[in-house]
């Protein structure tokens, strides 16, 4: 049998209309616009409103990947969202999409790799449609995350941003373009280094648990930004050795946006030229498993990202969990 690659056929993202500048933050906790700009690179992030709800949110996005693919939601074989912050512990925020797409064919489920939450369901994807088990799916990164993190802790609070991506993969039909290969890596003994720790099994749902805000994000990221540089390098320079290749032959880098310092200090390790990699964490904050998604969407919808060119992609979060992919766009 012959296996047929994957390709990404269609991107989209959105993000809700109200934005949360630094100076805002200046004004509800003890912070500045220096300290964030200059450690973290962000600027701005989107909020929801009121009433909106995370699988609102991937709906938005996934409507501009479908219109790009030129794919009916009823086409769709799987979805898949990646998320930490679904509208329901259960069922799935996948399932909330596929109702609201009308994607009456498609099963639907979530994953949980935190920032690498995407790029897992894009291996996913990718291992469906080489078995010829799915022709279109579709994955989602989305993330609420405002309702899922401390407003008085100052050191997470003025990080992370509420957005969606998405993309549509389906069987390229130019063997020269498509997934060359994803390499995905876990590391449950760095567990506690980022957590939502209550609202699970081990710290169930009471009063106690949200006294203490337990049911909100909890990150040492001095361990998880040491963490970071140490895998993310080696990660694509995993990719390139599968197939032969260096640094030199990345035309783009798309990556999941944490940390402006982070990604800088992975490029110029692997000697990538900065302007390889599309940045727009300014703009955002880290949106988790979205970011990926919507960078990839706006190199994408740039006009960037040409049919051939060889794209790295490479994502870090709580798990650990973390990888990289090679595609040839
Ligand atoms: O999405 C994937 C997972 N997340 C990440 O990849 C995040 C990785 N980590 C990071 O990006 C960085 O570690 C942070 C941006 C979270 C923090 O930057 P840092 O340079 O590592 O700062 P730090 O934690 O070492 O804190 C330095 C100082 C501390 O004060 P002292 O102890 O030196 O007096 C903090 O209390 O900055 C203080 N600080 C703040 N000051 C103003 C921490 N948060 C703030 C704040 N505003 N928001």
Redesign the pocket.
């Given at each position: 049998m012959t296996l047929t690659q994957s390709l990404i056929l269609g991107t989209g993202s959105y993000a809700p209309s109200h934005i949360l500048t630094n100076q805002d933050l200046e004004k509800i906790i003890d912070?500045?616009d220096a300290?964030?700009v200059e450690?973290?690179g962000i600027r701005e992030r989107h909020i929801a409103a009121e009433g909106e709800t995370t699988s609102d949110m991937a709906v938005e996005a996934a409507k501009k990947a479908l219109a790009m693919a030129e794919t009916d939601p009823a086409e769709l074989d799987m979805i898949i969202v990646a998320t930490i912050s679904p509208d329901m512990p259960m069922p799935s925020c996948a399932v909330f999409v596929q109702a609201k797409l009308g994607a009456t064919r498609a099963f639907a489920f979530d994953i949980s790799a935190a920032?690498a939450g995407s790029l897992y369901g894009l291996s996913i994807a990718d291992q469906f449609i080489r078995s010829g088990q799915a022709k279109r799916v579709l994955v989602i990164g989305a993330e609420l995350l405002s309702r899922v993190i401390n407003w008085n802790d100052?050191?997470t609070c003025?990080?992370f941003g509420d957005a969606a991506g998405a993309f549509v993969v389906g069987p390229s039909n130019d063997p020269a373009r498509g997934l060359m290969s994803a390499h995905l890596h876990s590391d449950g003994a760095a567990a506690n280094m980022?957590t939502i720790p209550g609202g699970g099994s081990k710290y169930p749902q009471s009063e106690d648990v949200i006294a203490k805000q337990m049911h909100k994000v909890a990150?040492n990221?001095?361990e998880?930004?040491k963490f970071?540089l140490r895998v993310l390098p080696d990660a694509i320079l995993e990719a390139l050795a599968a197939h032969g290749l260096k640094p030199g032959a990345i035309d783009h880098l798309v990556t999941?946006q944490?940390?402006v310092r982070?990604i800088e200090s992975v490029v110029d390790r692997l000697g990538v030229p900065r302007e390889k990699c599309w940045l727009n964490i300014e703009r955002y904050g880290?949106t988790?498993s979205a970011s990926l998604p919507i960078s990839l969407d706006e190199a994408n919808r740039e006009g960037r990202l040409k049919p051939g060119d060889l794209v790295a992609m490479m994502a870090?979060?709580g798990g650990m969990a973390w990888g990289s992919a090679l595609m040839r766009w």
């Open positions: 912070t500045s300290w964030i450690r973290t920032c100052r050191t003025v990080l980022l990150m990221g001095r998880v930004y970071a999941h944490a940390n982070i880290n988790s870090i979060g």
